[in-house]
């Protein structure tokens, strides 16, 4: 089963934030700058968290990762925005 995770990151050294944003192309689509929209397997949010992990100073940096519920049910309504909206993605990501 996929779940829906929202993925936000705050990343104080300039050179880490680019290798982050790269990063998290691999496992998601942004929705914003620092956020991203993940449709992972139990097994590729593993590899998400392993890959953030390894770019973060866990001193200075920080990582939310919240789990909106699976892809098709909750997952598909519980976002929404204000301003000028974003298409969702239909189907997952691929993890590079």
Do not use: H, W
Request: charged fraction near 30%.
């Amino acid at each position: 089963m996929r779940n829906r995770y929202l993925a936000a990151y705050d990343i104080m050294d300039p050179d880490r934030l680019r290798v982050m944003r790269r990063t998290m192309l691999g496992f998601g689509e942004p929705l914003q700058y620092s956020v991203f929209l993940c449709e992972l397997s139990g097994k590729e949010k593993v590899l998400l968290v392993s890959a953030v992990t390894d770019v973060m100073n866990m001193a200075e940096d920080r990582v939310l990762i919240v789990d909106l519920g699976p892809v098709g049910g909750r997952g598909d309504e519980c976002i929404s925005f204000l301003g000028r909206s974003r298409d969702l993605p239909e189907r997952g990501s691929v993890v590079v």
